[in-house]
């Protein structure tokens, strides 16, 4: 970034969702197994779009064969004989590194396509077939086929605006790689906004409270368990100045928790593990060769394993136990046995205890207790497990009821779709204020550039030979918007330089930030500071005043929006007037004594030539009046 050598010199990024004027818009839940589709268009109701083989949701599933793609359902099918041809959780992937604990997590569960570090893209990628592809990659083909079956759902033509989801959890890296994804699939990103707050905006559509209610949403989905407080309200609106005020409802979010590794796939790998032990048992046993092998080396059997595990889950949520049966797991060896829920609660015991910590976390980061809170919640396909609602239960100690008053799978949809068209100028739809809050505290780094790109201009001088002591080295550090504050807001720093500056946006140190995050999220080299200040100082001015705008979108999304360098220049304007000499403080009142007497004398005067003249005309008027009698 470069100012350019003027008194007020400026640059600034604009993001103007409120000028969109579609026809249509979508809004798209893109959870790690699953994704969901809404659709908003004109003069017709908010729905979610089904898919080609009319189901309401879609496998968030690519797979790779004889030069074709397969989506969805085409791609489960063909899962369990081709797995090594389909890359696994994608969007977990996205924006972070080989090092991060969830893409290590992946490498070890055994999946036959795993992440690698990839050189020459610098970056995490999977490779298929012998081509590497990057996560941003694969989800922007998800993201096509969500364009496809919106299409042929009859959307008319190709939609292209759109709202995203996110985990409320989710680094500016990986809102950023989600956004490059989105490009890539020819999408327009309205907003992104999470998952809590568009399941929130859908429940909170037709709420008017006039008096503030307090809910919790519990949401554990595939992947993570994400826990929010949020608050409904109503306030009086006018949509111009002459319009009659409306009551108009809004909620905002007031804090915030999660668990990002316990999810609904947790429990599923807990009974592969289960069941992969005693696969191991039962086929080493039929081996009798001494030597122990391990069937997870197998990357047909292991996915046979995860898609029986989630089976098993789900019947285990409606029944009490469920037989299994696997032909020809592996080797030619088929495995039976009998798992009940009470077994399944056993082996997912530490995960059961860990399901209620984030409720605890929430209301501590809202700073409210259970006695405040009007109501529960719970979305995503994890809460229906049994043992999970009674360990929720325990922990509001049977206050509160769980409510199940939103669609668990498609709210968060149907809230981003409702969002899109809250931003467009092309849809009128009921207006509901919403407000969402920052997970992380973002703070900047500033710094002189190095002195071969810059150079200052008021009491700077070259390193001579033999000089001693070091010129100090100019650096601020400030925090601009803290952990849990509100977001799409505008902060401004200023300082008063002369120098270029390198400006960083970090992370702080901070124990919530999930392990293996890089604490860069950007940084700019801001030009033009010295040179203004050169031309200042050539006038006899100070050194320039720098201020830096930064803005945290309503997407998520911190970036320095404006630069701008001034100085105060105070110009004496001498004008000559022709005016009378003064007089005297004494004479100047003694003179306006005399004047005021004079005055009086005169209006005295005049009243009594008046009262004359009065008189004379009165007594000749009788004298007219007897002549003529």
Known sequence: MRLSPKSILGTTLLCLPSLVNSKAILGVDLGSLYMKVALVQRNSPLEIVTNLHSKRKTEQMVLFDQGSRFYGADASSLLARK????????????????????????????????????????????????????????????????????????????????????PSFYTQHERRALLDAAALADLNVLALINE????????????????????????????????????????????????????????????????????????????????????????NAKRNDGETKDVRINARAMTKLRLQANKVKHVLSANSDIPVYLDALHDDTSYQTHI????????????????????????????????????????????????????????????????????????????????????????????????????????????????????GWFGKKDKKEGDEEEEEEWSKHATVFKKHSKIGIKKTIAFTHDSDVRCSIDYEESDFLPKGTGSEIEHYDIGGIAEFAKEMADKGLAKPKV?????????????????????????????????????????????????????????????????????EEKKEGEEEEKKEG
């Open 83 to 166: 797995p090594h041809l389909t890359p696994a959780a994608m969007s977990v992937m996205l924006g972070r590194d080989h090092e991060h604990p969830t893409v290590q997590v992946l490498a070890e569960r055994h999946y036959p396509i795993t992440p690698a570090f990839n050189e020459t893209r610098s970056g995490v990628c999977l490779t298929v077939n012998g081509q590497d592809f990057t996560p941003e990659e694969l989800v922007a083909m998800v993201l096509s086929h969500a364009k496809d079956i919106t299409a042929a759902y009859g959307a008319g033509s190709e939609v292209r605006d759109c709202v995203l989801t996110v």
């Open 196 to 283: 809590n707050t568009a399941a929130a905006l859908h429940f909170g559509i037709d709420r008017i409270d006039e008096t503030p209610q307090h809910f919790v949403f519990y949401n554990m989905g595939a992947s993570a368990l994400q826990v929010s407080v949020v608050r409904y309200y109503s306030y009086q609106h006018k949509d111009s100045k002459y319009a009659k005020a409306k009551t108009v409802g809004a909620f905002e979010v007031i804090g915030s928790a999660w668990d990002s590794t316990l999810g609904g796939l947790a429990f599923d790998n807990r009974l592969v593990d289960y069941m992969a032990d005693e696969f191991n048992e039962m086929w």
């Open 340 to 455: 009940s829920r009470a077994k399944f609660e056993e082996i997912c015991h530490d995960l059961l205890l860990r399901s209620t910590t984030p409720i605890t976390n929430a209301l501590a980061a809202a700073n409210k207790t259970l006695d405040d809170i009007d109501g529960v919640e719970m979305i995503g396909g994890g809460m229906r497990v049994p043992k999970v609602q009674d360990e929720i239960r325990t922990a509001l100690g049977g206050k509160l009821d769980l409510g199940m008053h939103i669609n668990s799978d498609e709210s968060m949809a149907l809230g981003a779709a409702f969002h899109g068209a809250n931003v467009s100028t092309a849809f009128r739809v009921r207006h509901v204020g919403m407000t969402d809050i920052n997970p992380f505290p973002i703070s900047i780094d500033l710094s002189d550039l190095p002195a071969d790109e810059s150079k």
């Open 547 to 615: 201020s830096l705008q930064f803005e945290l979108s309503t997407s998520g999304i911190t970036q320095l929006v404006k630069a701008e360098a001034a100085v105060e220049e105070i110009i004496t304007v001498t004008e000559e007037v022709e005016y009378e000499e003064e007089v005297e403080e004494e004479e100047s009142d003694a003179a306006a004594a005399e004047g005021e007497e004079k005055a009086e004398e005169e209006e005295k005067k005049e009243e009594g030539e008046a009262k004359e003249g009065a008189e």
